[in-house]
């Protein structure tokens, strides 16, 4: 027998994908880092990613301002430290020093990739319009990272409340698409 959902915890249930760490970097200050789940892809050439970062987090004013940011997809052995990063702010706190992640220098944007990550995505900002409706932000990627050693590493999904997946099993069909 189905029960009652409350609107307010559906996205529990349609999670888009891993959660990531987005850093940012303003002129003079740390680069910050922090977690997010709440993404998608847009679009494949130009590879397009959608986004919200909420007015109340530090990176916000920073991706407004600076127009780009790096979008690192870390492996499910950090949860502890992506969780850590998740649940403090970069207005006091320097996360990189804090929680041991190590700022590479990125080739096309300012923010820093992080070195313990399977990917790093540098992006700019391409579309602001649904920021002041919606805090979402229309990234496109300019340049992507890949850590061999990684590649294959499960991914940390979040399912809200402190409730996170790791992959499971993969499992390869037949796809008409490249």
């Known amino acids: 027998m189905m029960q009652d959902?409350?609107?307010?915890d559906a996205y529990q249930f349609i999670e888009p994908g891993?959660?990531?760490?987005l850093t940012t970097q303003m002129p003079g200050r740390k680069p910050n880092v922090m977690a997010m789940s709440w993404h998608m892809v847009l679009g494949f050439e130009p590879a397009l990613i959608g986004c919200v970062v909420?007015?109340?987090n530090h990176s916000y004013a920073a991706l407004l301002t600076q127009g780009e940011a790096v979008i690192a997809v870390p492996?499910?052995?950090l949860a502890r430290i992506v969780t850590g990063v998740g649940n403090c702010t970069g207005d006091d706190t320097d996360k990189f020093g804090n929680f041991d992640l190590t700022p590479l220098p990125a080739a096309r944007v300012a923010?820093?990739?992080i070195g313990e990550a399977i990917v790093n995505l540098e992006c700019r900002l391409r579309d602001r319009t649904m920021v002041k409706a919606y805090d979402m932000f229309v990234l496109q990627c300019v340049k992507g990272w890949v850590n061999p050693a990684l590649r294959e590493a499960p991914m940390l999904h979040h399912h809200g409340y402190g409730a996170f997946s790791v992959d499971g099993e993969r499992v390869?069909?037949?796809s008409r698409m490249k």
């Open 54 to 56: 909420a007015r109340a």
């Open 5 to 8: 959902l409350p609107l307010s």
């Open 18 to 21: 891993p959660v990531v760490l």
């Open 172 to 174: 390869t069909l037949k």
């Open 111 to 113: 923010a820093p990739l």
């Open 75 to 77: 492996p499910a052995g």
